[in-house]
């Protein structure tokens, strides 16, 4: 799967969660997993979150979507923080 494809199914993913414990778990689960490509993922995410529009999504969706926003730009900025 291309790092596009990673980052689309995580985005589906983050529209199902309810709270930011499952958005962490889930964002941790994909950097173990995808331990060489992750930044590479997460620079996907970032792009594709960055272009969603908050009139498709509801409130808890944005706000998932936001936070795991801020995680991604510390793994990719700041790695040992992550």
């Given at each position: 799967m291309t790092t596009d494809g990673h980052a689309l199914e995580i985005i589906a993913q983050l529209g199902t969660i309810t709270d930011y414990q499952q958005a962490d778990q889930l964002l941790a689960t994909v950097k173990k997993e995808h331990a060489a490509l992750y930044k590479e993922?997460?620079?996907?995410l970032q792009e594709k979150i960055e272009s969603l529009s908050p009139l498709e999504c509801n409130s808890l969706q944005w706000?998932?979507?936001?936070?795991?926003?801020?995680?991604?730009?510390?793994?990719?900025?700041?790695?040992p923080a992550c």
């Open positions: 993922i997460f620079t996907s706000s998932i979507y936001r936070y795991a926003l801020m995680h991604v730009r510390k793994c990719t900025t700041m790695e």
